[in-house]
C-alpha cells in the first residue's frame, strides 16, 4: 500500500502563485511516475502534469508556462508549482503515483485531494 498526502491548497488571489506539495510513503518498489489531476465544480477529472523519475515533464496544454512541476526523489515528493492563476484554475487537486511491485505489475494510488481556490 502506498499512502500520498497533499497539502498546500487554500484561497488565493488571481493572478498570485501556489504551490502544491505530495509525499508518497509505503511500500513503494519503483516508481514509474507521479502527476498531478484536478476536478472543477461539475467537471470530469482531468490531467494537469507529471514527471518522471528522470526528472521528465509533461504537461496539459491549459497549464504550460504556468505551471511547473518537479520532484524530489529520495523523499518521494512532488510539488506542483502554479503561478499567473485564473479563476478556471478552482478545482480540488489530487495528486497520482503509478508504481510497480518486484512482479512489475502496476497499480496507481490517489491522495484525497486539496481544494484550491481563485478569487478576488
Known amino acids: 500500500q502506498v499512502q500520498l498526502v497533499e497539502s498546500g491548497g487554500g484561497l488565493v488571489l488571481p493572478g498570485g502563485s501556489l504551490r502544491l506539495s505530495c509525499a508518497a510513503s509505503?511500500?513503494?518498489?519503483?516508481?514509474?511516475?507521479m502527476a498531478w489531476y484536478r476536478q472543477a465544480p461539475g467537471k470530469q477529472r482531468e490531467y494537469v502534469a507529471a514527471i518522471s523519475p528522470a526528472g521528465t515533464t509533461n504537461y496539459a496544454d491549459p497549464v504550460k508556462g504556468r505551471f511547473a512541476i518537479s520532484t524530489d526523489n529520495a523523499k518521494n515528493t512532488v510539488w506542483l508549482q502554479r503561478n499567473s492563476l485564473k479563476p478556471e484554475d478552482t478545482a480540488v487537486y489530487y495528486c497520482?503515483?503509478?508504481?510497480?511491485?518486484?512482479?512489475?505489475?502496476?497499480?496507481?494510488?490517489w491522495g484525497q485531494g486539496t481544494q484550491v481556490t481563485v478569487s478576488s
Open positions: 497520482k503515483i503509478l508504481v510497480s511491485d518486484p512482479q512489475n505489475i502496476p497499480y496507481d494510488y
Open positions: 509505503g511500500s513503494i518498489f519503483n516508481i514509474d511516475h
